[in-house]
């Protein structure tokens, strides 16, 4: 039996809606793993129909993370010029608005995060230029409530407030919206209020015991001469760090090793199989610095347990490469059951900090505890990638003084 075609009202905004749609995508598959024939069939339309409101794919990802900053831009401002709020209500009031886009357009943070770097290099310049000046008005609005506070200070926690909104984009945990956004904000305030001038081993207003008076140290994993296939792994992870890993071809790591490129074929049977070794890597590196954390702190006290772990993944994150590279965002396709395998095992690592937290924080429930965790874990990575801030001595002190903060694990003190 026939059935009568049902024409389907066009929505006001088509483009947007299409936008949408393709940012989920990217966010799920990466760039590159989608085309624009996945998106049309998502969306419900037909490749040339979507031709119609965009030139490529690429205009499609510019369209989303610009919309994003426009938002960003728009909510600030609107704050901002609220010249009747003191300083503290109009910090508050800007951290709910952007908690509020965090939570609706979790996709747009995924992409403004990862996927900007396959923009055109004009985009590219012009979405530095235009967060650049959002920081800038935080910064100042920051510097209004904490006039203590050195410049570079207030930027650094703005950037790690930035951070805490943009970690909704690496889990899918969520809970009520508004519980979600008031998380969010009570987090992004534990950071803008945290004290950064801080030895490594002591927080003021701290709740936690001194910590041993030396650093935590992920021990070597190997010793002696290095091997031909060590030597090949290293190469692979500096230029996947330095380049991207499209980016990278087996004879340029061949020729970085010292070695034919064909000769790198006898170690690795591809470049994906590189990175699985890599992501292999950076995990064995953080289980070490984990176990080491459980082992060195006093049994049954998770605080203090957990700010050996924050110790040992800030140490891991800053001097070890692996690491980087695994949270670098570039999109890799890999074998099912290798992509499964790691992420299990990171799976395994981020369970440590859950089950520690939860224990440390009865009060919060199972998801309030992994969207805290996630939050701290993100400032960490992020901050350890940005130009701006990865070269400020003393920074691994400050990262885990800000990952505890985040945590709960430090007493802040809100100003009334």
């Known amino acids: 039996m026939d059935h009568p075609t049902v024409r389907a009202q066009r929505p006001r905004d088509r483009k947007a809606q299409l936008a949408s749609v393709a940012a989920e995508l990217f966010r799920a598959r990466g760039y590159?793993?989608?085309?624009?024939?996945?998106?049309?069939?998502?969306?419900?339309?037909?490749?040339?129909?979507?031709?119609?409101?965009?030139?490529?794919?690429?205009?499609?990802?510019?369209?989303?993370?610009?919309?994003?900053?426009?938002?960003?831009?728009?909510?600030?401002?609107?704050?901002?010029?609220?010249?009747?709020?003191?300083a503290k209500d109009q910090l508050e009031a800007l951290l709910n608005g952007l908690a509020a886009q965090a939570v609706e357009r979790r996709e747009v943070a995924a992409l403004w995060r990862w996927e900007g770097k396959h923009l055109p290099k004009e985009d590219q310049r012009e979405i530095r230029r235009r967060s650049s000046a959002v920081l800038t008005a935080w910064t100042k609005a920051l510097l209004e409530q904490r006039p203590e506070l050195a410049a570079d200070d207030a930027e650094l926690l703005c950037w790690a407030g930035l951070s805490v909104f943009g970690s909704v984009s690496v889990h899918h945990t969520s809970v009520a919206k508004k519980r979600f956004g008031e998380l969010l904000v009570r987090l992004a305030l534990r950071v803008l209020h945290t004290t950064l001038h801080t030895t490594p081993h002591s927080t003021p207003h701290s709740t936690l015991p001194e910590s041993p008076s030396a650093p935590v140290q992920v021990p070597p994993l190997g010793l002696g001469r290095p091997s031909r296939r060590e030597l090949i792994l290293t190469a692979a992870t500096a230029l996947f760090g330095e380049r991207g890993f499209r980016a990278v071809s087996m004879e340029d790591i061949g020729a970085a090793a010292g070695i034919a490129g064909p000769s790198v074929y006898r170690h690795f049977a591809s470049k994906a199989a590189l990175m699985v070794a890599i992501g292999h890597r950076a995990a064995d590196r953080l289980a070490v610095g984990?176990?080491?954390?459980?082992?060195?702190?006093?049994?049954?006290?998770?605080?203090?347990?957990?700010?050996?772990?924050?110790?040992?993944?800030?140490?891991?994150?800053?001097?070890?490469?692996?690491?980087?590279?695994?949270?670098?965002?570039?999109?890799?396709?890999?074998?099912e059951r290798d992509k499964a395998d790691l992420l299990r095992v990171q799976r395994d690592y981020v369970e440590r900090w859950l089950s520690l937290l939860a224990a440390a924080r009865p009060e919060l429930n199972a998801r309030e505890v992994k969207i805290t965790v996630h939050a701290a874990l993100t400032i960490a990575n992020d901050l350890a990638r940005t130009r701006r801030i990865k070269s400020r001595p003393g920074l691994d002190a400050e990262l885990v003084t800000l990952m505890t903060a985040t945590l709960g694990l430090s007493a802040v003190d809100f100003p009334s």
Not at 68 to 81: F, H, K, Q, R
């Open 32 to 86: 590159h793993g989608v085309g624009i024939n996945d998106i049309a069939a998502a969306a419900g339309v037909t490749g040339p129909a979507l031709y119609r409101h965009f030139a490529d794919k690429q205009a499609i990802l510019a369209y989303v993370v610009l919309s994003g900053i426009d938002d960003m831009e728009t909510a600030t401002a609107e704050t901002l010029s609220t010249v009747d709020r003191t």
């Open 290 to 335: 984990a176990e080491y954390a459980s082992r060195t702190s006093a049994p049954a006290n998770e605080t203090a347990t957990l700010r050996r772990l924050a110790e040992s993944y800030v140490h891991t994150l800053l001097h070890t490469p692996e690491l980087l590279v695994s949270f670098s965002g570039d999109p890799v396709v890999l074998p």
